[in-house]
């Protein structure tokens, strides 16, 4: 294994020793293991592979001062999972396996767990998919449970610096669709949109509700939120966007520990001059502030292209400070590894 930078990372994978991997079949979950190879045999006609029945998760490991590691709401991602799973047809991974899953990997792969100080994690991916050769549309009757992890650092360059993004004609879901789940099928539409919103010189794009294209749904692979000119924290409230782990901590800080009003509620893209302050927020995002959004001629600036707002860093101190130990956190956020 090359020795890593731990100050460079970025968003990238990177073939770690061991994950685990769990089969599904007769009606229940065989016993998992932790595998060294990094390639997963499956049938062809795999569902997972024509016709997109699969789902994942986004979680982190952080090395907290004291060299001990922990995770983040590990629970709120199986609980997710489950429900993606649900949308598609496939088996729930019971909470406590997957939980034990995600450790056991973590454990495993634990001195690439990046040190304390560098903001760097380990980003840990769970996926859960149709295998076994079906022609039909139809659910499997087998699967997979895989977890794998890699270190990463910022998604986005440069960490907690503004950037700026584009307003999309695309649809990333339909109203009724699976917006809400966190399947593929969600991600190999959004590709030609990131594209096409990264040539034109932005960090990504921003999609619009699809019914009426006139309220913020997300921004790119994670959710909205902006700080009114009241100190109020506002986010989108819409059946077809990710519930984001992230957003409802920031909700519970922003209303438990900053004492700020907090409303889930339409954000029409001809009013952002409400907001003093606005952020994208995300497990690979963390929060991004956001400098400005361009929609069609306009180029709306938040508080600055370059300097982060103070509630911004406020919310990000606190956030950042529970994920690595250094804040108190709320009752069941943090489970020791
Ligand atoms: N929105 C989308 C489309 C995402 O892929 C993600 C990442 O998981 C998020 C939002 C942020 O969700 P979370 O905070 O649970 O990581
Ligand atoms: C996450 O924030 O965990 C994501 O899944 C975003 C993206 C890398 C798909």
């Known amino acids: 294994m090359e ?6 990372l970025g968003f990238q ?3 770690m020793p061991y994950r685990f991997v769990a089969h599904f079949k007769n009606g229940n979950w065989q016993a998992g293991e932790i595998q060294e190879k990094n390639e997963l045999t499956i049938g062809e006609a795999s569902t997972a592979l024509h016709y997109g029945q699969q789902c994942f998760e986004g979680l982190k490991a952080y090395r907290r001062k004291d060299g001990g590691i922990q995770l983040f709401r590990p629970d709120q991602n199986a609980q997710r999972l489950n429900k993606s799973a649900q949308r598609l047809l496939m088996p729930e991974v019971p909470e406590a396996m997957f939980i034990d899953a995600v450790k056991s990997v973590v454990k495993a792969n634990q001195e690439f767990v990046p040190p304390y100080g560098y903001g760097a994690t380990l980003y840990i991916r769970p996926l859960l998919i149709g295998v076994g050769n079906l022609l039909g549309v139809q659910p499997a009757e087998e699967y997979l449970f895989v977890v794998f992890c890699s270190p990463v650092g910022a998604y986005f360059k440069d960490g907690l610096k503004p950037a700026n ?14 917006g809400s789940s966190k399947v593929g099928g969600n991600y190999g539409g959004s590709l030609q949109p990131h594209l ?11 999609y619009l509700d699809p019914a009426t294209h006139t309220k913020i749904e ?15 924290f506002v986010t989108p409230l819409s059946d077809s966007i990710l519930p984001s782990i992230t957003k409802y901590s920031l909700l519970y800080l922003a209303k438990e520990r900053l004492g700020m009003p907090t409303f889930e509620e339409d954000v029409r893209i001809d009013d952002l001059g409400r907001f003093k ?13 956001i400098g400005g959004i361009q929609h069609k001629d306009d180029f709306h600036v938040f508080y600055s292209e370059t300097e982060v707002g103070p509630v911004i860093r ?6 950042v400070g529970i994920q690595f130990g250094d804040v108190e956190a709320p009752d069941g956020w943090i489970q020791e590894v």
């Open 3 to 8: 020795k890593i930078d731990w100050g460079n």
């Open 13 to 15: 994978y990177r073939n």
């Open 165 to 178: 993004f584009i307003v999309t004609d695309y649809d990333r879901a339909a109203p009724v669709g699976t």
């Open 196 to 206: 096409e919103a990264v040539e034109a010189g932005f960090a990504d794009c921003i």
């Open 218 to 232: 997300e921004v790119g692979a994670a959710n909205f939120f902006g700080i009114t000119k009241n100190n109020e």
């Open 277 to 289: 302050e606005a952020g994208a927020c995300g497990t690979a995002a963390v929060i991004t502030p």
């Open 314 to 319: 406020q919310l990000y101190d606190e956030l």
